[in-house]
C-alpha cells in the first residue's frame, strides 16, 4: 500500500485536488455571485491545480458571514439596551436635522438601518493632527482617569511613546482605576518586562486573534485595525494614529508621519464604549459584568452631531465602505479624500468617476513614499482612470501621510481607522467617527489644503507615459490587492 502510494503519489494528490475542487465550485455556484467572478473562479480552480485552490481560499472567501465573535452578549445587556435608548434621537428630533443636513440624513439612515448606529446629538470634537498634539492630550486625559481607561489598538510597542503610556496606565491601575488594554497580535510588540510590569501593576491586557508566525499570517487573518481610547465613559479617541515613536516623528531625518485623530466629549463616547466591550468579551474570554459607572451621563450641552460606525467580519454589511460611497454619491459641492492606501472596490472608483464627471471638485491625497512596494505599485494601478475621469490626484511629498479622513461639503467630514482598501473594507475590524458639523469639516477642509502645499498634483498625460516597468509591476501588485 505505501509502495503504491509512493509510485502514484502526484496522480493521488490531483485526484484529492479535484475532489476538492468539486465542493468548491458547488459552493461558488449556490452564493449567486456576480457571474463573471463565479465564471473566473472556476476556470482558475480548474485549469491550475493547487494553486486555484489557494487563490479561491485567500481571494473568494465571504468573510463578513463568517462571524467572528458574538456582538449579541454585549448589545443584548439590559443596560447598554437603556443607554442606546436614552441618547437615540427621537423622531422629532431627526427631523431638525434633516432640515439642516438635507441629502446626507440618507447617510444617517443607512447607518441606524445597517446596524442601528445611532446618530449623537450632545458632543465636543476636536481634530488632532499629528501624533504630538494627540499623545499630549491623551497623556493628560489618561493622567485624570478616575475610574476607567480602556484602550484598544492595531499597533502598541512599548519604544519611547509606548514606555510613557505604559508608565502612566501602571500608574493608574495601582491608584485604583481599572485598565483593560486590547492589542492587536501581529501588530502590536511589547517586550516581557513591559508586560510584567502591566500585569504587577493591575493592568488587564489581553491580545487579539493571537498568532504563530507573524511574518507569515499577518495579512492573511482578520485583524483588529482599530485605534480607541475611552477615559471613565466621558471623553474618547479614535483615528489613524497607533501608539509608537513612527507616529510622533522621534526618527529625526528618516521619515515624517502625518496623520490625523479626533477627540470626542460625549454621547458619541458611549457606542465608542459598546464597541470596545464587544471587543473586550472576546479576546478576554469572559462575560466582563457592564455597569452604570461606564456609562456616565453626558454633562456637555455643545452640539455637535456624530454617527460612530464600526464594520469587520462581524457586521452584516461592510458599513463604513457603504458611507464613503453615500457621502461621495451626495456630494453638490466637493469630495476630499486622504488615505495611505488606496487599493478600493469597484463601487468606491465608480462613486469618485460619477461624481468628477459630474462637476463635483474631487480630490485624492496619497503618499508618495508607502511603507509597503506592493501596496504602492497596486495604488498606482488605480490612478489612470480616476485622472481620465476629472479626479484630482495628489502624492504627498513631505514625509508619508497616514491619516483616513474624507471631507464633503462643508458639512459631514470622517476621521477613523478605515483605509480605501480591501482589506478595512471587508476583512479588518475597523471603526470612524462620522461628524455632521460644519465648523469641523472646514477646520478638516483646511488641514487638507495645507496638505496640498507637501503634495505634487499628477497630471494625465505625464502619468500614462510613465515606464512600461512600472506599469508591469503595479499590474502585478494589483493580482494581490485583496491581501493588501
Same mark, same amino acid.
Given at each position: ?18 475532489i ?13 455571485i ?23 481560499? !485567500? ?9 467572528? !465573535? ?60 499629528n501624533?504630538?498634539?494627540? !499623545? ?17 489598538y ?27 488594554v ?9 517586550s ?36 480607541? &481610547? ?46 470596545f ?16 459607572? *461606564? ?16 464594520s ?19 456630494a453638490? $459641492? ?21 461624481? &468628477? ?6 480630490? *485624492? ?12 505599485? &497596486? ?40 483605509n ?38 499628477? $497630471? ?15 499590474s ?9
Amino acid at each position: 500500500m505505501i509502495e503504491y502510494i509512493k509510485e502514484h503519489i502526484w496522480s493521488l494528490l490531483l485526484g484529492l485536488n479535484y475532489i476538492l475542487v468539486i465542493f468548491a465550485i458547488a459552493i461558488i455556484l449556490f452564493k449567486n455571485i456576480n457571474p463573471t467572478k463565479t465564471i473566473t473562479y472556476i476556470l482558475v480552480l480548474v485549469m491550475f491545480p493547487f494553486i486555484g485552490l489557494l487563490v479561491y481560499y !485567500f481571494f473568494g472567501q465571504e468573510y463578513r458571514k463568517s462571524k467572528i !465573535f458574538n456582538r449579541k452578549n454585549v448589545l443584548n445587556k439590559s443596560i447598554v439596551k437603556k443607554i442606546s435608548e436614552d441618547f437615540t434621537l427621537n423622531s422629532k428630533e431627526l427631523e431638525e436635522f434633516d432640515d439642516l443636513l438635507d441629502e446626507k440624513m440618507k447617510l444617517v439612515h443607512l447607518l441606524y438601518n445597517s446596524e442601528h448606529t445611532p446618530l449623537t446629538r450632545y458632543n465636543e470634537v476636536a481634530l488632532l493632527k499629528n501624533g504630538k498634539t494627540k !499623545f499630549k492630550l491623551l497623556f493628560e486625559d489618561l493622567k485624570k482617569a478616575k475610574h476607567h481607561i480602556h484602550l484598544e489598538y492595531y499597533i502598541l510597542k512599548d519604544d519611547n511613546i509606548g514606555t510613557q503610556l505604559i508608565d502612566i496606565i501602571c500608574e493608574r491601575a495601582r491608584n485604583g482605576v481599572s485598565v483593560k488594554v486590547s492589542v492587536d497580535d501581529v501588530g502590536s510588540k511589547i517586550s516581557n518586562k513591559a508586560k510584567r510590569k502591566m500585569k504587577e501593576s493591575g493592568v488587564e491586557c489581553n491580545v487579539f486573534m493571537p498568532v504563530l508566525f507573524r511574518g507569515f499570517t499577518g495579512k492573511l487573518n482578520y485583524r483588529n485595525h482599530r485605534k480607541i &481610547a475611552i477615559i471613565d465613559g466621558e471623553i474618547g479617541y479614535v483615528g489613524g494614529i497607533n501608539v509608537s515613536d513612527n507616529y510622533v516623528n522621534y526618527k529625526n531625518g528618516e521619515s515624517f508621519w502625518r496623520d490625523t485623530h479626533v477627540r470626542i466629549v460625549g454621547e458619541a463616547v458611549k457606542p465608542l464604549q459598546v464597541n470596545f466591550l464587544m471587543t473586550w468579551n472576546f479576546v478576554s474570554n469572559s462575560d466582563l459584568k457592564i455597569t452604570e459607572e *461606564l456609562f456616565p451621563e453626558v454633562k456637555t450641552k455643545h452640539e455637535t452631531a456624530v454617527q460612530i460606525s464600526a464594520s469587520g467580519p462581524d457586521t452584516n454589511w461592510p458599513n463604513i465602505m457603504e458611507a464613503m460611497f453615500v457621502s461621495i454619491n451626495r456630494a453638490e $459641492d466637493y469630495v476630499y479624500v486622504t488615505t495611505p492606501y488606496f487599493i478600493p472596490n469597484d463601487e468606491i472608483i465608480t462613486a469618485l468617476q460619477v461624481a &468628477a464627471k459630474s462637476n463635483i471638485d474631487v480630490r *485624492l491625497i496619497i503618499p508618495k513614499m508607502s511603507d509597503s512596494w506592493t501596496a504602492k505599485h &497596486a495604488t498606482n494601478s488605480y490612478i489612470e482612470p480616476l485622472l481620465e475621469a476629472g479626479v484630482k490626484v495628489y502624492r504627498y511629498c513631505n514625509g508619508f501621510i497616514h491619516a483616513k479622513t474624507m471631507v464633503v461639503d462643508d458639512i459631514l467630514s470622517t476621521v477613523g481607522t478605515t483605509n480605501m482598501d480591501h482589506r478595512s473594507f471587508n476583512i479588518n475590524f475597523e471603526i470612524n467617527a462620522i461628524i455632521y458639523d460644519k465648523k469641523t469639516s472646514v477646520e478638516l477642509k483646511q488641514h487638507f489644503l495645507d496638505d496640498l502645499k507637501e503634495s505634487e498634483e499628477l $497630471d494625465l498625460k505625464r502619468w500614462q507615459e510613465r515606464p512600461i516597468s512600472n506599469k508591469l509591476k503595479e499590474s502585478y501588485a494589483r493580482l494581490w490587492s485583496p491581501l493588501l
